[in-house]
């Protein structure tokens, strides 16, 4: 395919995907002209001098450029696209003021987000609906510093429950994406999760959230939890839900059912809805089958798991990109039974034997109906 057989065949149908109709002049242009040197358009000598012309600028609301998507043809790498739709997005900022529009490039089958200024490119499984991008406008303009962040204690105060979300508020500011707790179980992972979740919604860095879990019990305990903690947040799914729903902002699941729903083609969700998933006992879970949701939302990701690090094996450690398996933030069970005062208290191993371990089993002492 040459690159006008590619768009036509593929990208086309890959942003109508995503809501956008290439034929509607007021969501979407094609050959978007960007005038780069006004002294050279003027005295031109070729009627392309002095412009440089986008494949696609999609729209806002407002009308204004919200992403460049430079395309090229399926048959070569999409990354030779990258510097031209940068240039593209500095160059329409610069004509046209404004905000810096998002960063896409793509040969059809691989689609590259490129946030300028913020994270470097990254693959996406598609492109973002109208409504993320919006979305992805306002967290870019509205989100404050994390360093000034207050962190709610009433949800998690005790010190080294601090000392985890800081650690990820940190990481986040260094650009970082993914990142991994190792709490003793017992030390409060979920609460810490909320208290973080509560602080990156108030600093506007996130806006929806999803909460992954592998078993239904484990869910509504969480659904119990944020509701506690963040009664006036709205949760997904409520009793008998079965649907997905997509004006909630947080978003708790176990992974077969997000799996179906990512896999659903007539109700599925955006790849880009969700700004933070959290993914609990993540030493387990994403291997295999579930790795596929990750891939698919590819977005900032925290693990949360109880196992200690040196059982942890090095796949969970390369997931999360910690490197020479030093997650985020640990805290041990020896830590949390060493404290003063304890937060965990220690086990001590009792040997019992029990009646019919030293009796034995004799059908004379047994009722009819227990030999039954």
Not at 6 to 35: C, H, M, P, Y
Not at 110 to 116: D, G
Not at 141 to 158: C, D, F, Q, V, W
Not at 168 to 182: I, P, S, W, Y
Request: aromatic residues 10%; proline residues 4%.
């Amino acid at each position: 395919m040459n690159e006008a057989e590619t768009r036509k065949d593929i990208i086309d149908k890959r942003l109508k995907l995503a809501g956008w109709n290439v034929n509607d002049r007021s969501q979407v242009i094609e050959e978007f002209d960007i005038i780069v040197d006004d002294n050279i358009v003027r005295e031109a000598a070729t009627p392309y001098s002095g412009h440089q012309f986008s494949d696609y600028v999609l729209l806002g609301k407002d009308g204004k450029p919200l992403a460049v998507v430079e395309a090229k043809k399926s048959s070569v790498d999409a990354s030779i696209g990258r510097e031209q739709a940068k240039q593209y997005c500095y160059n329409i900022q610069k004509k046209q003021g404004g905000e810096l529009p998002f960063c896409f490039y793509t040969n059809g089958h691989e689609i590259f987000f490129w946030e300028l200024e913020n994270y470097p490119p990254r693959k996406v499984h598609g492109f973002p609906t109208k409504e993320d991008l919006e979305r992805y406008k306002y967290v870019r303009k509205a989100r404050k510093p994390l360093s000034g962040e207050l962190i709610n204690t009433k949800i998690a105060g005790r010190d080294y429950q601090i000392r985890a979300i800081r650690a990820v508020m940190e990481d986040l500011e260094r650009k970082r994406r993914t990142f991994l707790l190792v709490m003793a179980t017992g030390t409060g992972k979920t609460r810490t999760c909320i208290a973080m979740v509560e602080s990156l919604m108030r600093a506007g860095w996130a806006e929806k959230v999803l909460f992954l879990v592998d078993r239904i019990a484990l869910r509504d305990q969480a659904l119990e939890a944020f509701k506690e903690h963040l009664p006036n947040e709205p949760r997904w799914p409520k009793v008998g839900e079965k649907n997905i729903a997509q004006d909630r902002r947080i978003y708790v699941s176990t992974y077969p059912t997000m799996l179906n729903i990512v896999r659903d083609e007539e109700n599925t969700l955006s790849p880009h809805f969700f700004d933070l998933i959290v993914i609990d006992e993540s030493h387990r879970s994403i291997y295999n089958t579930y790795r596929e949701v990750l891939d698919y939302f590819s977005t900032i990701t925290l693990g949360l798991t109880a196992t200690p690090t040196d059982v942890i094996d090095h796949n969970t450690f390369k997931i999360f990109n910690c490197d020479d398996g030093v997650p985020t933030f640990a805290y041990s069970y020896e830590e949390a039974v060493n404290h003063i005062p304890p937060y965990l208290s220690t086990f001590q191993v009792m040997k019992i034997k029990t009646k019919f371990q030293e009796e034995g089993i004799s059908k004379r002492t047994i009722s009819l109906e227990d030999q039954k």
